[in-house]
């Protein structure tokens, strides 16, 4: 009897040991229909909304407690649409697009978030996916790439305001100048559409975005993309001086007033190191190969055109004058990672990267869909330092000939991750300082770290997150989750999702978590500044907070 009591005891302590809080509810609202659809705005401003619809009815909700704004049914609100296929919220422009789709008569239905009355709509632009229209707020108009076109259409009225055959593509990331309302813009293929775009060429050019004047255009190295699930562009535009700079696979500068190319250290650069999953449509392989580095005036510049040799290029940031030229680094297929760590360049050869998909598959009888993120291992891995002065080899680990996720960069501390340990190596000689097996944090083998601040070590595992000092590898804090892979990191918030939807949010460094069990298939959206998730369940909508 005495022993059952004291197992009895045990477990009651264990479980108050390892029982984790749940994430506070905000708000919960059941809505009148089913979710098929679902939208967020994502910066949770006071005054935001989000919206969830089936193929009848679409409501709108305050995203600051939940109260319906409104519900309507699509024959009501736009009644030459018999059908939706998708929607697409513009939630700068406080629009939502309502497509229906018949093959050369698509209909467009552009309608009002806070009241859900129709503003427009138009069957005059055909095979219009999100892919291929962007908003552009300094104009509160839409640009929609077609086949032959490009039209901008004013926002609240859907009036044409003009169109050019002079720009092939779908604008892509831009800068705004509001002196002269023109802007410099970079066109690209999303994923799939290769096909859509006859006579597709690299273009980054100045428009007049009063009359659509193309004032000036020239030609890219490399491909512009946007991730598939996410929608980060993958590259970097930015005016500085009278300059445009294109940071896209290497660097390229033009002459802002005239679109001359002034330097340029890029290459092509295609990442068909993974295969897609079966039955996808879209598809993106990330971070494949490491940012250019800028140090000053210098930058230091990944030489990726031949997939049998590669290079380190070292550049004069402002006249594009080639400084140095490493030798090949022959075999990479992918180098995630290049750092400047005191004088020595740190490169790693391999490991892992980012993918993103979207696919249809048989299910039984009938069709499934499935987002995914995945973090991937590509060989062969290495680890090796450069002279920062003239690109010779400084150093070359064998350490990691088995293994890689990725490394991370402090201002004293370079850190390489197997999978199963943490090493610190000693930037100048390559020798290791420390080696901390990750099972010291309790969260098996790890996937992938982050830097936290200036001194903290991120281990995302297969089973949770934990913490390690990048002075010296003491634990520092743990959190042992269920089997998870990450869904977001912003600040000091780390979200693991499971394949069921369950969601912890863990606080760094500390690694604290609050778990929510969702049901099986959920979807999720976490707010911009980490502090909130939305929770889309069959009728079902909750606001969780992550701390």
């Known amino acids: 009897m005495k022993k059952s009591i004291l197992i009895a005891l045990f477990a009651m302590v264990m479980n108050m040991v390892f029982a984790q809080d749940d994430m506070p509810i905000v708000w919960e609202t059941k809505l009148g229909h089913t979710i098929d659809y679902y939208g967020t705005d994502l910066s949770d401003q006071p005054n935001s909304y989000s919206f969830a619809a089936n193929d009848k009815e679409l409501s709108f909700f305050k995203n ?19 059908k939706i296929d998708e929607l697409l919220a513009f939630w700068e422009s406080n629009t939502i697009f309502l497509f229906d789709r018949k093959l050369g008569k698509d209909q467009i239905a552009c309608v009002d978030m806070t009241s ?11 095979e219009v996916t999100e892919d291929v229209v962007i908003y552009i707020p300094e104009e509160d108009g839409f640009a929609i790439s077609l086949k032959k076109e490009l039209v901008f259409i004013k926002a609240r009225t859907g009036e044409e305001v003009w169109s050019t055959t002079k720009f092939k593509g779908v604008v892509g990331k831009y800068v705004y100048d509001a002196s002269d309302h023109t802007m410099v813009m970079v066109n690209f293929v999303p994923g799939g559409l290769a096909a859509f775009f006859s006579g597709f060429k690299n273009q980054i050019a100045r428009i007049n975005m009063t009359n659509g004047e193309i004032m000036w255009e020239s030609t890219y190295i490399g491909r512009a993309e946007r991730k598939v699930i996410s929608r980060e562009f993958i590259y970097a535009l930015d005016v500085i001086d009278g300059k445009v700079f294109l940071r896209m696979n290497g660097m390229q500068v033009y002459d802002y007033n005239t679109g001359a190319s002034l330097w340029s250290a890029a290459f092509d650069f295609t990442a068909d190191i993974l295969k897609a999953p079966q039955g996808s449509t879209k598809f993106g392989v990330y971070g494949a190969v490491a940012d250019p580095y800028i140090v000053g005036e210098d930058i230091y510049v990944l030489d990726m055109s031949n997939k049998k040799s590669q290079y ?8 594009g004058k080639l400084i140095w030229s490493s030798k090949e680094i022959k075999g990479a297929r992918a180098i995630p990672g290049l750092k400047v760590v005191g004088d020595k360049v740190a490169l790693q050869i391999g490991g892992r990267v980012e993918t993103q998909y979207y696919r249809r598959y048989k299910c039984g009888d009938s069709w499934c869909s499935e987002w995914g993120i995945t973090f991937p291992e590509v060989k062969p891995f290495g680890v090796q330092a450069l002279n920062a002065s003239d690109g010779t080899m400084a150093w070359e680990s064998e ?13 004293n501390y370079y850190i390489v991750c197997s999978g199963k340990a943490l090493y610190s190596m000693d930037i100048n000689s390559g020798d290791e300082k420390y080696e901390v097996p990750v099972a010291k944090g309790g969260v098996g083998q790890a996937s992938l770290v982050m830097k936290y601040g200036d001194d903290v070590i991120v281990v995302i595992g297969e089973k949770g997150v934990s913490t390690f000092k990048a002075q010296d590898g003491d634990l520092i804090g743990s959190g042992k989750y269920k089997s998870a892979s990450l869904e977001s990191r912003i600040d000091d918030v780390v979200i693991l999702k499971t394949a069921k939807a369950d969601l912890a949010a863990f606080t760094l460094p500390d690694c604290n978590y609050k778990e929510f069990k969702a049901k099986t298939g959920a979807g999720t959206s976490v707010t911009t500044n980490g502090e909130h998730i939305f929770v889309y369940e069959k009728k079902l909508v909750t606001k969780l907070k992550t701390r």
């Open 64 to 82: 600051s407690d939940g109260s319906l704004i409104w519900t309507k049914s699509f024959k009501d609100m736009a009644p030459k649409l018999r």
């Open 116 to 126: 859900g009355e129709l503003l427009w709509n138009t069957d005059k632009y055909q």
């Open 312 to 319: 380190v290029k070292k550049y004069d940031l402002q006249t």
């Open 399 to 411: 350490r990691f000939k088995k293994g890689i996720t990725n490394s991370v960069s402090f201002d």
